[in-house]
């Protein structure tokens, strides 16, 4: 079936510093992949998606840049900040239709002063 | 945040009771989706509307049934909830086939089976 893995599960790193998350995905045909933020106790919430006519997207520190070939896609976060500690979340939609998501387990991103 | 309101926010209740979790939305998006969250998981889809009375499982649907009567309402019911049951679950809309395909959460429900 569909599937998406997310790497790496826990991610720590200094203020400033960058981080980088890595997801693969299964199915060949998925043509759109988004990236959720979720800060503890509140809801998932959509901080920057590609889609597969691009290879790469920017929005201030965060970039995600795609390789179709490889089936990964990759979220990077530039001058990491506290307000950046969360878990972060990738997806890649089905190709089954109905905009279903499919999404990785997820990355705990701490960020230490 | 998008018009989507889940109630109750938080629920006790013991083996084999039924339950029924409510997503409401105010815009009139076509898509509803139902996931749970559990650690190390992820978010895994349940069922899913694409539109009034049109509904369907997704991957972990055993011992969950949906209903929608209206666009804006998407009821979530566990016969005769168990202790795996216990979770955080999210409601999702999204608006469009063939995109935008974003999809937007609400603020979820904690449910905790004794």
């Known amino acids: 079936g569909e599937n998406v893995e997310q790497h790496p599960s826990t991610l720590s790193v200094q203020e400033g510093d960058s981080a980088v998350i890595k997801c693969t995905y299964s199915?060949?045909?998925?043509?759109?992949f988004p990236w959720y933020k979720q800060e503890l106790g509140k809801r998932p919430q959509l901080i920057i998606d590609?889609?597969?006519?691009?290879g790469e997207k920017k929005d201030q520190r965060i970039a995600v840049t795609l390789n179709k070939t490889a089936k990964h896609f990759s979220l990077h976060i530039t001058e990491t900040q506290p307000e950046d500690s969360a878990v972060y979340f990738c997806a890649a939609i089905s190709s089954g239709g109905y905009n279903k998501l499919i999404f990785g387990a997820g990355t705990r991103l701490a960020v230490h002063p | 945040d998008a018009g989507i309101t889940q109630s109750p926010r938080h629920k006790v209740t013991e083996t084999g009771t039924p339950v029924t979790l409510r997503c409401h939305q105010t815009e009139n998006h076509r898509y509803m989706y139902w996931y749970r969250q559990d650690p190390g998981h992820g978010l895994r889809l349940i069922h899913y509307s694409y539109g009034v009375k049109d509904t369907d499982k997704g991957e972990v649907s055993d011992g969950y049934s949906v209903s929608r009567s209206k666009t804006e309402d998407f009821l979530l019911t566990l016969e005769s909830a168990t202790s795996s049951q216990t979770s955080v679950y999210f409601c999702?809309?999204?608006?469009?086939?063939?995109?935008?395909?974003?999809?937007?959460f609400g603020p979820g429900t904690r449910l905790t089976v004794l």
């Open positions: 590609i889609r597969s006519n691009v």
């Open positions: 199915d060949s045909a998925s043509n759109y």
């Open positions: 999702a809309i999204s608006a469009l086939a063939g995109g935008p395909y974003e999809q937007f």
